[in-house]
């Protein structure tokens, strides 16, 4: 489609700001989302300084009240929502170095209220304004389904976040998949090797609308699969 509408939430930095870049220059009408206003309000500032259309809303995603008044201002801007990205997350504490025996019950709470219950509210908050050939993503990554150690309440959130989408793509006509663009050196995965945001934003770009569905519905799609399309 060479012009769309999409709303991405955890777009004030990371993985969620390069995707909100790289869908407004394919072409995307955008919503983005995030719990951090001044960032938020600099990348979508970013995105209309450049010719684009771009509109802050500030929502955590962990109240579903919030989650709903974003998705009613995404209708109200947009009308239809072509693209979703579930990307707002958290990493409480250093990456890597939170094993699960020491994790603390309020933090073990916070990644799942935010991690996979803010992911689960975004896509049911969604889906009555989801086009008929809508797709959604949400990002995930290896501790998801391998266990890593020191990854703790992190790695069970996102493989909850997976397994969110997988129920989705089952229940929904409209594509629902994962995406896993490897090591990302964010503030949030606090890594120093790895991936620039903006090295793996156009992945999310192939995965929402150039991947076949049937590639990207109830499965995880990474570089390989984005590389071996587009070579």
């Not at 600099?42 to 929502?59: L, N, Q, R, W």
């Not at 025996?101 to 989801?130: C, K, Q, W």
């Not at 890593?148 to 959130?157: D, E, I, K, L």
């Not at 519905?217 to 699969?225: A, H, K, M, Q, S």
Request: negative net charge; contains cysteine.
């Amino acid at each position: 489609m060479s012009e769309f509408n999409a709303l991405v939430t955890g777009a004030s930095r990371g993985i969620g700001a390069a995707v909100a870049r790289e869908f407004a220059a394919a072409g995307g009408n955008l919503v983005l989302a995030a719990r951090t206003e001044d960032s938020l309000t600099a990348v979508a500032a970013e995105i209309t300084d450049g010719g684009g259309t771009a509109i802050p809303v500030a929502v955590d995603v962990r109240e579903e009240a919030a989650v709903r008044s974003l998705v009613d201002a995404t209708a109200e801007a947009l009308g239809t929502i072509d693209v979703l990205v579930a990307c707002a997350g958290i990493y409480s504490g250093e990456s890597g170095h939170t094993p699960l025996p020491e994790e603390r019950y309020e933090s073990f709470d916070d990644h799942m209220s935010t991690n996979a219950r803010g992911v689960f509210a975004t896509i049911r908050e969604a889906a009555p304004h989801l086009t008929p050939e809508a797709r959604v993503l949400v990002p995930s990554g290896i501790p998801a389904r391998q266990a890593t150690p020191g990854t703790g309440a992190y790695a069970v959130s996102k493989a909850a976040a997976e397994a969110v989408a997988r129920g989705f793509a089952a229940d929904l006509e409209q594509v629902v998949g994962v995406v896993d663009p490897g090591q990302v050196i964010t503030e949030l995965s606090g890594k120093e090797t790895g991936r620039e945001p903006d090295e793996v934003a156009p992945l999310f770009v192939w995965a929402a609308l150039e991947a076949p569905a049937e590639t990207v519905d109830g499965e995880v799609v990474g570089l390989r699969e984005w590389r071996q399309a587009t070579r």
